[in-house]
Nanobody, 115 residues
Framework: QVRLVESGGGLVQAGESLRVSCLAS????????VAWYRQAPGKQREFVAT???????DYADSVKGRFTISRDNARNRMYLQMNSLKPEDTAVYYC?????????WGQGTQVTVSS
């Protein structure tokens, strides 16, 4: 069992930046493909960004050029740097880890962007 704990959410104004992080309780974090998802009130959870064990990244069109996903395998952490935030980025942000057919989710961290 892998536990994922997100942190770093908060309230910011439009145009500002925020970085959220996710700590994994595993010593083999490097083998996991990890991703960020988000869920806004009344909407389905949606994909934001992913980074594979080899470092390949992919982003949702809505965040390309503004968000950057990264990972630090030595610290069992992943990050999402969010720049030029917009009110429509307001959501609960979840981290997800996948390996060997198993999927783990964190509990989420709230990001609120005011206009």
């Amino acid at each position: 069992q892998v536990r994922l704990v997100e942190s770093g959410g908060g309230l910011v104004q439009a145009g500002e930046s925020l970085r959220v992080s996710c700590l994994a309780s595993t010593t083999i974090f490097s083998i996991y493909a990890v991703a960020w998802y988000r869920q806004a009130p009344g909407k389905q959870r949606e994909f934001v960004a992913t980074i594979t064990s080899s470092g390949r990244t992919d982003y949702a069109d809505s965040v390309k050029g503004r968000f950057t996903i990264s990972r630090d395998n030595a610290r069992n952490r992943m990050y999402l740097q969010m720049n030029s935030l917009k009110p429509e980025d307001t959501a609960v942000y979840y981290c997800k880890a996948t390996a060997n057919g198993r999927i783990y989710w964190g509990q989420g961290t709230q990001v609120t962007v005011s206009s």
